[in-house]
């Protein structure tokens, strides 16, 4: 059985002379950036990624949102996103199986 966690961002000291450290005031403070596994409320973002990456490459996109939304339903701690205020911005989602090769039917 394998022992999956997803990681929790933590905040970095800021070194002296950056805006925002000790002694220097900031005027605004945007959301904080982070990875966190993605969620099903996640899956608009995943899908608009992965269908301009799929439509500038190839002309359409193999996967649908309810594909994307049911996946991460079931296997959240195999994904990790990059969110920049708030936003998702980058993704990895891995997979497993017990083959040599992944086939499109073992995609499905």
């Keep these: 059985l394998l022992n999956i966690h997803c990681l929790k961002p933590s905040p970095l000291p800021l070194p002296s002379g950056i805006p925002g450290s000790p002694g220097r005031q900031r005027r605004h403070m945007l959301p904080a950036n982070e990875f966190r596994c993605l969620t099903p409320e996640d899956a608009a973002g995943v899908f608009e990624i992965?269908?301009?990456?799929?439509?500038?490459?190839?002309?359409?996109?193999?996967?649908?949102?309810?594909?994307?939304?049911?996946?991460?339903?079931?296997?959240?701690?195999?994904?990790?996103?990059?969110?920049?205020?708030?936003?998702?911005?980058?993704?990895?989602?891995?997979?497993?199986?017990?083959?040599?090769?992944?086939?499109?039917?073992?995609?499905?």
Excluded: K, Y
């Design 50 to 108: 992965e269908r301009e990456a799929f439509i500038s490459v190839s002309g359409n996109c193999p996967l649908n949102l309810d594909e994307v939304r049911h996946f991460l339903t079931l296997c959240p701690e195999l994904s990790l996103g990059w969110f920049v205020e708030g936003r998702l911005v980058a993704f990895i989602i891995g997979s497993l199986w017990d083959e040599e090769r992944l086939t499109q039917v073992r995609m499905g």
